[in-house]
């Protein structure tokens, strides 16, 4: 585990995590709804076909092995993140970020 520096209200909140001071309120019934919407979420229950470049699927089969996963799974979790909205093109907000410093 990496040694992470905590400040001292995150500290006071591990101490009284690891002394059992916390009292978890999931019940059973919300336990299996969110066993059953994370079954649902990742069902794998759909093939696509789709044309790449060369270049890119090099490129993705090079990010995916640095990962530890494969390929597909890779690509799979990108078009989720896109679809989910967690994944955004840093370079275009930095883009915009440039030009608002340069009007015009």
Do not use: C, W
């Amino acid at each position: 585990m990496k040694n992470i520096k905590l400040d001292q209200n995150e500290e006071d909140i591990l101490e009284a995590f690891e002394a059992g001071e916390f009292q978890s309120e999931l019940t059973p019934s919300r336990k299996e709804m969110i066993e059953k919407s994370a079954a649902e979420t990742f069902k794998k229950d759909k093939r696509i076909n789709i044309r790449i470049s060369s270049r890119d699927l090099v490129a993705i089969q090079r990010r995916a092995l640095e990962e530890g996963m494969p390929y597909q799974t890779m690509i799979s979790s990108i078009l989720h993140k896109f679809i989910s909205g967690s994944l955004y093109d840093v370079t275009a907000n930095k883009n915009r970020h440039m030009d608002s410093k340069n009007p015009g």
